[in-house]
């Protein structure tokens, strides 16, 4: 990759950074429950993203800065793993389970959704 391209996804980065820093507060502020809602919110929406990049067969230093710097910086795998963490660790094992089966399931599904929206680009 150039040095431009390099440049290019750490400025998306940190926009992305800060929209996912947005979306979680807003949906949270919002809906509030025991779910973390917010880290849902980011993590779905990116995974549309990531189908519809996939399904229009993005690649090469494109790929890269949007998935790589766009989509990777915007979703956060860490924090879905540290409120269900938490979860376990207030012992609420509901929200534990809930947590990581409606994230994996409706992940899929977004990806899924994203890909076949993707592929009529």
Sequence with gaps: MTP???????????????????????????????????TLAVNLSGAVVLGILAGAALSGTAYTIVAGGGVGTYTTFSTWMLESHRAGEDGDARVLWANIAVSLVAGLAAVALGHWVGGLL
């Design 4 to 38: 431009l391209a390099w440049v290019a996804v750490a400025a998306l980065g940190g926009v992305m950074a800060v929209a996912r820093f947005v979306v979680d507060s807003t949906v949270a502020t919002r809906l509030g429950g025991d779910l973390p809602l917010g």
